[in-house]
């Protein structure tokens, strides 16, 4: 089982927009602040992730992100598989983009 590294939580860190939202598949939503934490205090742990992008619309600085997020994962000591499909609000910041928002919904 792979935790999240601090090279792995400071490198995140990074694309993150400081007003992050991060909601979850359970419906929890986090804040740049606390998923970050969530992730160094080893929250979770990924042992396979696929993230396949479906359809990108770019309007001005703002980029929705249309995809999936399939993963196998170790959550409180329970096995877990997700199948969703996520929404991700990107914004340009300056030259770079940020993650502003990511919400999953479970496949039916």
């Not at 934490?37 to 993230?51: M, P």
């Not at 170790?74 to 499909?85: D, H, M, W, Y």
Request: proline residues 4%; aromatic residues 6%; charged residues 20%.
């Amino acid at each position: 089982m792979r935790r999240s590294s601090p090279q792995d939580v400071d490198a995140l860190s990074e694309i993150c927009h400081r007003e992050l939202l991060y909601t979850h598949t359970n419906g929890a939503t986090d804040t740049y602040e606390s998923y970050l934490r969530k992730l160094r205090e080893g929250a979770g742990a990924f042992h396979r992730i696929d993230h396949p992008a479906h359809r990108i619309t770019v309007t001005g600085d703002t980029a929705l992100v249309l995809g999936e997020m399939n993963a196998d994962l170790t959550s409180n000591g329970q096995a877990e598989q997700l199948n969703n499909v996520t929404l991700a609000v990107w914004v340009r910041n300056g030259q770079t983009w940020k993650l502003l928002a990511f919400h999953p919904t479970p496949k039916s």
